[in-house]
């Protein structure tokens, strides 16, 4: 039970947005049929159910190569499968300070994040190497959160970003 406690720990620390950014709304199932045309909330982003559905088989692939690649620990393979954005933000020294010491897992380890390297080994290979996707939600046009759900909760996978026809792993 401890395993499965850490697991999901070190799930949602790998999966948190920088501070500032609002969580996305979970659109509600696509199946139930509606009296009237569905308006969304403020702040919620509304794809076509054809559009939701492509994007989620293209990423469901996505995730299953990234599962493959952390499976097998091939760092700069991974690599090529962030933007700009998480590079900076998790390569920055700052930030890796304050997640091994705001970490629990980490810091029950005593491990000290020095570089994404090591974020990549200590904290991604630990809780993303087999993840199923059961959601996604878009933010806008091109930004998706990536959902699976543990213990009966919806955690975070992954924020990504289409570039021309490529998902990447973004953070924002």
Known sequence: M?????????????????????????????DKPAAVAPTAAPGVFVVSPEKKQ?????????????????????????KTYLDEAYLSTYGDPIRLKDYSANSPFL????????SLEDYFKFVVVPSRANVAVDDISFL???RVNVWTVVDNEKVLL???KLYGKEWKISSW
């Open 2 to 30: 401890s395993i499965l406690i850490i697991l999901v720990s070190a799930v949602v620390s790998c999966a948190t947005p920088p501070p500032g950014a609002k969580p996305a709304e979970v659109q509600p199932p696509a």
């Open 54 to 78: 492509a994007s989620l088989v293209a990423i469901r692939a996505l995730v299953d190569k990234l599962n493959a690649i952390i499976a097998s620990k091939a760092f700069e393979e991974w």
């Open 107 to 114: 810091k029950q380890y005593n491990v000290k994040l020095k």
């Open 140 to 142: 806008d046009e091109n």
């Open 158 to 160: 992954y924020l990504l």
